[in-house]
C-alpha cells in the first residue's frame, strides 16, 4: 500500500514563500518509477490541478494560475515531491494535495491521481 | 482548456436508489475520464478511470461509461456510505480539469 504524506502547509503572508513536502512510501513501490501531481482545494470549493513532475524530473507542468510563482521538484534519493511555493497570493489558501499516477510506464495512466495524500492546508492571509 | 460540466451539482437520494451523474467536456476526450469520490474532510480517492474501468476496492455496485464528451456515472443500490462528493476529471491533456463536483447526500 502507498502513503503520501504532505507538510510544510501553514499561515504565511501574502507575497511570501512557502515549501510543500510529499513525502511517499510504500511496499514494493519504486518511486523513482512515478509521475507526481499537485492538486489543490479551496475551502468549501472544487478540485484544481497545480502541477505536474515526470518520473524522473525532467518533464514539469504547471496550471496557468501558478506559472512563474510555484516550482515541482523531487528528490528520488528522499522518495520525496516538493512545491516551492513563491509569490503568494490570498487566492493560493487551500489544501494542497499530492498524488501518484495509477500506473507507471503508460502514457494513458500518466493523468489518473490514483494515490493521493492527506493534504496540507496553506493559508495566505495578513 | 478543456472545460467538464457535472450534472446535477447536488442530489439527494434514499438508500437502495439508483443513482446517475453526468459530466460533459468542452471538447472529446476519448475515454479520458475518471471519477473521484471525496468523503467530507477526507482526500479524493480514484473510483472509476478510464471512463469505465473500477478501481481496485472500489464496490461494484459504482460503473462508468461514454466516450467523446459525454459519460456518466452510476451507482446501482446506493449505500450509506456513498454519501459523498464526486469529481470527474480529465486526463486526455494538460491543464487536467475536474468537473465542479456534485454532492450526493442520503435522504
Same mark, same amino acid.
Given at each position: ?48 490541478? &497545480? ?49 501518484? &499516477? ?9 493523468? &489518473? ?14 | ?107
Amino acid at each position: 500500500q502507498v502513503q503520501l504524506v504532505e507538510s510544510g502547509g501553514g499561515v504565511v503572508q501574502p507575497g511570501r514563500s512557502l515549501t510543500l513536502s510529499c513525502a511517499v512510501s510504500g511496499f514494493a513501490f519504486n518511486f523513482s518509477d512515478y509521475a507526481f501531481h499537485w492538486v489543490r482545494q479551496a475551502p468549501g470549493k472544487g478540485l484544481e490541478w &497545480v502541477s505536474l513532475i515526470s518520473f524522473d524530473g525532467t518533464y514539469k507542468n504547471y496550471a496557468d494560475s501558478v506559472k512563474g510563482r510555484f516550482s515541482v521538484s523531487r528528490d528520488n534519493s528522499k522518495s520525496t515531491l516538493y512545491l516551492q511555493m513563491n509569490s503568494l497570493r490570498t487566492e493560493d489558501t487551500a489544501v494542497y494535495y499530492c498524488a501518484r &499516477v495509477k500506473e507507471a510506464y503508460r502514457a494513458a495512466m500518466a493523468r &489518473v491521481l490514483g494515490n493521493w495524500g492527506q493534504g496540507t492546508l496553506v493559508t495566505v492571509s495578513s | 482548456d478543456i472545460q467538464m460540466t457535472q450534472s446535477p451539482s447536488s442530489l439527494s437520494a434514499s438508500v437502495g436508489d439508483r443513482v446517475t451523474i453526468t459530466c460533459r467536456a468542452s471538447h472529446s476526450i476519448s475515454t479520458y475520464l475518471n471519477w473521484y469520490q471525496q468523503r467530507p474532510g477526507t482526500a479524493p480517492q480514484l473510483l472509476i478511470y478510464a471512463a469505465s474501468s473500477l478501481q481496485g476496492g472500489a464496490p461494484s455496485r459504482f460503473s462508468g461509461s461514454g466516450s467523446g464528451t459525454d459519460f456518466t456515472l452510476t451507482i446501482s443500490s446506493l449505500q450509506p456510505e456513498d454519501s459523498a462528493t464526486y469529481y470527474c476529471q480529465q486526463s486526455y491533456s494538460t491543464p487536467l480539469t475536474f468537473g465542479q463536483g456534485t454532492n450526493l447526500e442520503i435522504k
